[in-house]
T-cell receptor, first 114, second 114 residues
Framework: DQQVKQNSPSLSVQEGRISILNCDYT??????FLWYKKYPAEGPTFLIS?????DKNEDGRFTVFLNKSAKHLSLHIVPSQPGDSAVYFC?????????????FGKGTLLTVNP | NAGVTQTPKFQVLKTGQSMTLQCAQD?????MSWYRQDPGMGLRLIHY???????DQGEVPNGYNVSRSTTEDFPLRLLSAAPSQTSVYFC?????????????FGSGTQLSVL
């Protein structure tokens, strides 16, 4: 049973426009959410995160929105650049005890066209 | 500034062979983990450890063994390789204090089992 879902395997946008990547989760115990970016032949790298006590976190061109009631989060990239072309993974974790595991979605391949 | 180091980068095995994928981190992280990435499957947790001498199973542990004798190292052993274990393997670590949810990944090991 997939607890973190990224239903769009791929997304293509024009340079300068907004990219919106979506993620849904089913486990109500998740309270911390992260986005990772992965280029081919490299390991995933951390991009941005959000705690469940917030509904928005912004870092430069990247903003993550969290809707707890809908169990949905999204990553907005504005403006999109060709260098943003990569696979983006949504991940979630719970807190408390030794619950340090991150559960990942299947990823969304973003292509930004010049 | 090494971070998480994985060796080897590439490996080809025959069915039934054994091997160990090495992982070392120099950030004094208590938590270490192994993921595998397969097309259309995202990142799936194999095994993890919350400290020296403590290991536990993740989502897909069958066919893999781990041990954690030091804080720095977390090797992944394949005792009898199978074609289904052809994948890209990532080691990752993080701290376990508050605000340390971000995982740091190695650059990966691409394994082919023939």
């Amino acid at each position: 049973d997939q607890q973190v879902k990224q239903n769009s395997p791929s997304l293509s946008v024009q340079e300068g426009r907004i990219s919106i990547l979506n993620c849904d989760y089913t486990n109500s115990m998740f309270d911390y959410f992260l986005w990772y970016k992965k280029y081919p032949a490299e390991g995933p790298t951390f991009l941005i995160s959000i705690s469940s006590i917030k509904d928005k976190n912004e870092d430069g061109r990247f903003t993550v929105f969290l809707n707890k009631s809908a169990k949905h989060l999204s990553l907005h990239i504005v403006p999109s650049q060709p260098g943003d072309s990569a696979v983006y993974f949504c991940a979630a974790s719970g807190r408390g005890g030794s619950n340090y595991k991150l559960t990942f979605g299947k990823g969304t391949l973003l292509t930004v066209n010049p | 500034n090494a971070g998480v180091t994985q060796t080897p980068k590439f490996q080809v095995l025959k069915t039934g062979q054994s091997m160990t994928l090495q992982c070392a981190q120099d950030m004094n992280h208590e938590y270490m983990s192994w993921y595998r990435q397969d097309p259309g499957m995202g990142l799936r947790l194999i095994h993890y450890s919350v400290g020296a001498g403590i290991t536990d199973q993740g989502e897909v542990p069958n066919g893999y063994n781990v041990s954690r004798s030091t804080t720095e190292d977390f090797p992944l052993r394949l005792l009898s390789a199978a074609p289904s274990q052809t994948s890209v393997y990532f080691c990752a670590s993080r701290g376990t204090g508050g605000g340390n949810e971000k995982l740091f990944f190695g650059s990966g090991t691409q394994l082919s089992v023939l």
